[in-house]
């Protein structure tokens, strides 16, 4: 199968909407918010605008570090909603981000098992003016289920009744690093990819 490892430059991909190329023409340009798991699981969006059509109602700079969400209309009327009365969001970009305490994922990967990517940015001193980027990733066992950082042990540990999944972990993967390993025939993560095999 044809793969590729996907490192910290995977940030650079995210313009490409569903960063491992998974296209939705359900949500194809559009954007708004999802109110619960159920509805990312099903695609429906809440305040849902037409980018191409519509003014683009959701600004990424009203959710990062604030505690609420301004979502403007065409009109320039506005709604205010507490960020933690929503699951997420998704922009006209095609990215995707999942709100978990208080903090913005963005979704790498939306198979079996959700992949998410943190950012997290900070000066590297109090008088330097220099950002420091350090990116970490995570997974959840479905969309309702808590953030866990993405590792071997912690993956293996939440599955422990899938001994056929253990078993292709085993063969498959060697490092945490290679669970962002990209299937492209498959197009989704080989750990989605075997996950799925296990369940046959």
Not at 1 to 12: F, I
Not at 66 to 93: E, M
Not at 133 to 138: A, E, G, L, P
């Amino acid at each position: 199968m044809k793969t590729k490892l996907l490192s910290l430059a995977v940030a650079g991909l995210a313009s490409i909407g569903s960063i491992f190329g998974q296209t939705n023409e359900t949500l194809s340009n559009k954007s708004g918010l999802y109110m619960m798991p159920s509805d990312f699981s099903t695609n429906k969006l809440t305040y849902e605008k037409n980018c191409l059509t519509e003014k683009h109602n959701i600004k990424t700079s009203d959710f990062l570090n604030t505690k609420s969400v301004k979502i403007t209309s065409s009109d320039n009327s506005t709604i205010k909603l507490a960020k933690s009365s929503i699951w997420g969001f998704r922009l006209c970009d095609g990215k995707e981000y999942r709100i978990y305490q208080g903090k913005e994922y963005l979704i790498l990967d939306k198979g079996a098992i959700t992949v998410y990517q943190f950012t997290e940015k900070s000066n590297s001193s109090p008088k330097s003016n220099q950002t420091i980027s350090k990116t970490r990733y995570f997974f959840s066992e479905d969309v309702d289920s808590p953030l866990k950082e993405l590792t071997l042990k912690n993956v293996e540990t939440s599955f422990m009744d899938n001994k056929k999944f253990h078993d292709l972990i085993d063969l498959q993967f060697k490092s945490d690093a290679e669970l962002l390993i990209y299937d492209d025939y498959y197009k989704m993560l080989r750990l989605n990819h075997i996950f799925n095999e296990s369940l046959k």
